[in-house]
């Protein structure tokens, strides 16, 4: 039954692309391209968004995503990350339904004290391509970069990192309001580009790989824990 029902969303979703204008051509062309030119499997070269952003804030990954507060209110949160350090540049949040007037007002809020990158790389949501928050980019002189439609791999960093944020703190964390929502976050982010390491650096933090690091070496003998984010992460520290 189960099956069924997925059968037939999925031919009703194909029937609704088919209608589009241009929609049966579409469809067309990206079966050809899935079967013919599909990425070759076990590659280990760099992507092109890894390429671009060869260096600390060469290239920014901007994402939003949705927040559910303890009052029943939903919030967006934006994130902005450097592609090279990993690192989390900020956060902004906004309550109930964002326009493009919000997303620039947003970005600001994010990026304050943080300079500019390069390159910025986003999706294809609708909110981007609004004039002012085109202007601000002209002003900042930041070339936007599209993602391929419809492909999340295409910016594997900014999903992962929104995947890392709600399975390893917005899932385990009561927010209250407005206000609780962006302290909280920021003291993630403290937490994540300071003391969490990575693996792809061999044990370095995105503030290490940026040369800030805060880490000591450790003694297996002479260490303490370090509590974060209210006692939700332990990072080991030397005494």
Same mark, same amino acid.
């Given at each position: 039954? +189960?099956? #069924?029902?997925?059968?037939? %969303?999925?031919?009703?979703?194909?029937?609704?692309?088919?209608?589009?204008p241009?929609?049966? +051509?579409?469809?067309?062309?990206?079966?050809?391209?899935? /079967? =013919? =030119?599909?990425?070759?499997?076990? $590659?280990?070269?760099?992507? !092109?968004?890894?390429?671009?952003?060869? *260096?600390?804030?060469?290239?920014?990954?901007?994402?939003?995503?949705?927040?559910?507060? *303890?009052?029943?209110?939903? =919030?967006? %949160? *934006?994130?902005?990350?450097?592609?090279?350090?990993? &690192?989390?540049?900020?956060?902004?949040?906004?309550?109930?339904?964002?326009?493009?007037?919000?997303?620039? &007002?947003?970005? @600001?809020?994010?990026?304050?004290?943080?300079?500019?990158?390069?390159?910025?790389?986003?999706?294809h949501?609708?909110?981007?391509?609004f004039?002012?928050?085109?202007? @601000?980019?002209?002003?900042?002189?930041?070339?936007?970069? /599209?993602?391929?439609?419809?492909?999340?791999?295409?910016?594997?960093?900014?999903?992962?990192?929104?995947?890392?944020?709600?399975?390893?703190?917005?899932?385990? %964390?009561?927010?209250?309001?407005?206000?609780?929502?962006?302290? /909280?976050?920021?003291?993630? +982010?403290?937490?994540?580009?300071g003391?969490?390491?990575?693996?792809?650096? @061999?044990?370095?933090?995105?503030?290490? +790989?940026?040369?800030?690091?805060?880490?000591?070496?450790?003694? #297996?003998e002479?260490?303490? !824990? &370090?509590? =974060?984010?209210? $006692?939700?992460?332990?990072?080991? #520290?030397?005494?």
């Amino acid at each position: 039954m +189960k099956n #069924l029902l997925l059968l037939i %969303v999925h031919l009703i979703s194909t029937v609704a692309r088919l209608l589009r204008p241009g929609g049966a +051509k579409t469809l067309l062309v990206r079966r050809v391209l899935a /079967k =013919h =030119h599909g990425p070759a499997g076990g $590659g280990h070269g760099p992507s !092109w968004l890894t390429f671009i952003g060869h *260096m600390r804030d060469s290239l920014w990954s901007i994402d939003l995503f949705r927040c559910e507060l *303890m009052r029943l209110k939903s =919030h967006w %949160v *934006m994130v902005i990350m450097d592609q090279y350090t990993r &690192r989390i540049i900020g956060f902004a949040v906004q309550a109930g339904a964002i326009d493009g007037v919000a997303v620039c &007002r947003m970005s @600001n809020r994010a990026i304050y004290r943080m300079g500019v990158p390069t390159y910025l790389s986003s999706d294809h949501d609708p909110l981007f391509p609004f004039s002012q928050w085109q202007a @601000n980019l002209r002003i900042l002189e930041v070339e936007e970069i /599209k993602t391929v439609p419809y492909v999340p791999i295409s910016r594997p960093f900014v999903e992962r990192l929104i995947g890392t944020i709600q399975r390893e703190y917005l899932d385990q %964390v009561l927010f209250w309001d407005g206000r609780d929502l962006p302290r /909280k976050l920021e003291q993630f +982010k403290n937490y994540y580009n300071g003391h969490r390491v990575h693996r792809a650096f @061999n044990g370095e933090t995105p503030s290490g +790989k940026a040369g800030h690091s805060l880490l000591e070496s450790a003694e #297996l003998e002479r260490f303490r !824990w &370090r509590s =974060h984010c209210r $006692g939700l992460f332990q990072t080991p #520290l030397a005494v």
